[in-house]
């Protein structure tokens, strides 16, 4: 039996009582604790941040920073937005968490109005954009194996591709510094460079009808902000039309409005057999899909994939909200004139001072190549970009890339780009 004191904080939680704060909350934690206990595979800024509203952030000190980064293009209508909030609040009071035994009406929700705006007739919720991209990669697997036999299992994928870091998206991945050391790591990969159609055409004339898959970034992110180009994007959809290999876009950095469309194939004159989406998607909040036709939906019969948490009503909650801001042609417009004036001031400083080679990308996502005198530089960028209170991010040595919200306000774009230009002054001398 329960002590009676027991009993009682038994009912205190199912009241309506109020619930002191935890004592954890209040625990003092600065950022030397992160190297005393935290898993050494980050190396985070000095700082840290303790607040956010809209496309400020404010860290422990109470100094401000406009903030371009977004997470890494996560917090795609900046921070606590208060449709988000709502959603959450509400959802916190109704339901937390159900089994896959049942289904939850927030989900459904959210695969209704994925599928009516999109390509896809069938949706599957994960946490994260590897889960996503592990889904897709077994999906298309499965596929093949079903319809063609073990031997169409080969997976083309590219150098500098980032698909995420379970060992079958490391894998994917071209970058082999995040591969290597794992092994032994799936196999049945070729990674052949990034808009090149003819080394597609000689991997599917020679391979074709091993090819279960091509998986491609419609802009390689991570790997340096590199654009597909139109003729590669579209040559590889044919080509997996022709060999009967399915093609995998990975939206997850580009989809969710980033670009100024929903999705970003919607620009590019393609349509894929599996999107997959996460970061945006749940705008702070951790959710991941994997977006598919009926037809390749119907390999993964039940039990053969499945999560614990996908699908999750407080995440498909958020994950509604962002979707009913974003869907709209007020933000999507929004993003491409806030392209128009990252564009504007960014060639401006550059006019001041040649600090860019280059500056690239699409909607409010942006790279920006450091000029050759500045190879290796951009790191350097973004610590001082920190010191002079901005978020940015790199895409690696040689550029700065900029994500922030798609709602940011033109205030924060000119007070940031300011920033900006001190900090790249501060670094590069
Ligand atoms: N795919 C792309 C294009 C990404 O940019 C990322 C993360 O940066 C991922 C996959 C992995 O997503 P996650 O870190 O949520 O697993």
Known sequence: MPSSSAAQSVVAHTSDAPVATSAAAALPVSRSDFDRYMVPCFAPAPFIPVRGEGSRVWDQAGRMYIDFASGVAVTSLGHCHPAMVKA???????????????????????AKRLTDATFAERVFFCNSGAEANEAALKLARRYAHDRSGPHRMR???????FHGRTLFTVTAGGQAKYAS????????????????????????????????????????GEGGMTPGTPEYLQAARRLCTAHGALLILDEIQSGMGRTGALFSYMQKGIVPDILTSAKGLGGGFPIGAMLTTSDVASAFSVGVHGT???????ACAVAGAVFDVINTTEVLDGVKARHALFMEGLRAINGRRRVFRDLRGEGVWIGCELDSTWRGKAMDVMTAAGDAGLIVLVAGPDV????????ISLDEILEGLARLETALNHALQ
């Open 155 to 161: 997976v083309v994928s590219t150098l500098n591709a």
């Open 400 to 407: 700065v890339r900029l994500a922030p919200s798609l709602v």
């Open 181 to 220: 050391g794992f092994g032994p790591n799936p196999s049945g990969f070729t990674h052949l460079p990034y808009n090149d159609v003819a080394a597609l055409e000689a991997e599917f004339a020679s391979h074709g009808a091993e090819i279960c898959a091509v998986i491609l970034e419609p802009m390689q």
């Open 308 to 314: 614990t948490y996908g699908g999750n009503p407080l």
């Open 88 to 110: 959450i609040e509400a959802q916190a009071r109704t339901l937390w968490h159900v089994s896959n035994w049942f289904t939850n009406e927030p989900a459904l929700r959210l």
